[in-house]
């Protein structure tokens, strides 16, 4: 089995065990035991075999951009350039590219001043930053449930909780999170920050209605929580756009860090993306990511100015959302056909299907027999930090080709109704999404 | 005045004072409160002035290299494995390029595996995610002293304490460190790392001779202390290699987290480092470095991974050897002709040499007025986390071309001798460095 199933718990020096000399004269810090190996994480050897169709990863389907578009920037860069490019750079991120930043996010309704922007080594990084510099251990995250993984990784590692808010199909409710506030000041814990990916949501593939977002950033405004928008997808959608980003409404600029990327509109072999934050906040990211890095990468940075400045990137946009949109339709198409009695999420752009499983049926325990079955996904336990979601899976439509798609749903279809001791699909029990 | 002068001791969000909203209502975790910058970032400015000869920032000579090196590799990258360049990657690293830095590594001595190394966004990152890894509030690390000033903010932003050991022209002292371990113990102090520069230090220019090696080894290993050995600059040195590096020693192998870079011996610009660590080490780095950035970006890695393969990078580090070795002549000469009343290090490899101030002078102080003469440096304050170092200036001979770094050391001289307030440099009192 090439799979371990599950997270892993409590991976301490000394149970790590193969004979190997141990640690435990060194003993960690207190937060390493919380620093754990996501379920996504044990998925990218798997999906990396060719036979199985990995609808597991979230990877950009990063062929469908031109290389001449990357080579003709590059050679520029290194000619025209070359010393800038290959020497250490300013912590904050070259200004050229902060300028072009703020192209990209007017396309979502921001506007901000290059000042506000701090370029890190993709937006993972900013993220880690900003949990870095807000939480104390005991201190609590509220996020959408479920929530990206990866995220929740990071809150952990800081040994913050963290609190997931239930959503629907127009993203996290309202008054959900207003109790969830509640309960938690009753407790009295102190709540940090609350982390939202609003268009496209990964894994849910939901979007936050626009009435509700000025609901959420009020909500956030009278508790004085800070409010992390990552918006990965935002300019990936399918037909219209999302409603205007969080950040883009000026009364609550000052309580909204923003996060964006270039992982998914161009390529995340750059490893660049970049936070817009208040300006205090702004001075203690530009310190702690120097403290972490010294500077983001010259020669990145330089080469994805000039594909800015001389590639027609809006363009190159609309042929991503086209790709997507079209292995999007495969996924619900075969999903019908196939599944007729599950239900799941219809996104309108990014990369990710949300599917309720039958009930009785264990998304992580299902998932070696998927994998024999030459299919890979990612169980839903791996969106939750509380052990929640064994009865969902994450669909990436994202990279496989559309037919790669089909032939995925198909092989899970059969993995769900072998896993359901049942002949026939349809005959399962219709759930909705909760 | 184009420069603060000194350490920001309390840049909180509440006193960085200029009339935008505040972040008060957002209060940042308790570590964030020491996250400082450093004198050396302040120093970025001033270097760039094209009037002003910096002997200040250790940037390397990157003009130095031929720009067809990189431009083919990256050509050939992009043409044969583009899809591969421009995907996330594994959190570890590509397995070709830690083969190829067994490679790098063994030219001192080192003989390890490729799952033994964890690629990370240059050195820096590896210094950052150790810390992270075994830094609990109120820890001791112990360093030299002077020590590298960025790892100095990090380990103190980690809320660890810094508490630097003397050292010498062959490094740190043995029995100074025993004396410190012994005196922090007796004090109920745990101490978690020695961080070492082993080679051409950061900023002292100096060398632990072999047999301090085996000490220091022999002394961390017999108080279980993990030395944390940061070696940029040995393969940069001038006549004959220094010692083999702490890592090669095969009995202390579980005790020494190693970190390389390939900033100083190809160019930073590309962030590309890594760290050796013990299995149960290397295990949670690796889950940290994910944690971070996810993965180190695929395309710097690709193309350095293609430079190594087709190009002579032996010869090309013999070449920095070269150029490095007569900016550093040129510097020992001037100083001897202009400031023959001081002392200073001769450093055999890197990038520094470490001056003693005539008594009375405030290297902190004095910059502002070197600055108004057209020089820069950087003030021995910035290498101490205590506040010494205020006797002393680190003078950087790696950037400037070789009559560039005489012309710096003349105006050197020029502001030293006139805020000794003398007629004469040569009547300074001739004082040895501590």
Redesign the interface.
Known sequence: MPLRSGVRTS?S?ET?G?G????A????????SL????EV?AL?AVASRPEVVSLA?G??F??A?P?EL??DA??RV??DR??????????QGRPELREQILDVMALEGIRAHADDIVVT??S??AL?LVS?????PG?VVLAEGPSYV?AI??FR??QADVDHVPMDEHGIVPEALREHITALKTQGRRI?LLYTVPNFSNPAGVTLSAARREEVLAIAKEH?I?VLEDNPYGLLYFDAPPPSALRSLPETR??VVYLGTF?KTL?????VGWAVA????R??LL??N???????????QLIISEYLTTSDWKGQIATFRDIYRERRDAMLDALETNLPGLSWTRPDGGFYVWLTLPEGINSKEMLPRAVENLVAYTPGTAFYANGDGADFIRLAFCYPEPERVREGIVRLADTISAEHGMDSVAAMQDRTAS
């Open positions: 991976a020096a790590s193969d190997v000399p141990r640690t004269a060194y003993p960690f810090a207190e937060r390493t620093l754990e190996g996501s994480r990218f990863g990877m950009p990063v062929s951009l290389t990357i080579t590059m050679n290194v000619h070359g010393s800038q490019a290959l020497q250490y750079g300013s912590g080594t993709g993972q990084h880690d870095r510099l807000f939480l104390d201190d990866t990784v990071v590692s800081y940090k004085d800070l000052d309580g992982s390529a995340p072999g750059f490893r208040p300006k205090a906040i001075e203690k310190l702690a120097e403290a972490a890095i010294l500077s983001p990468s010259m020669f990145t």
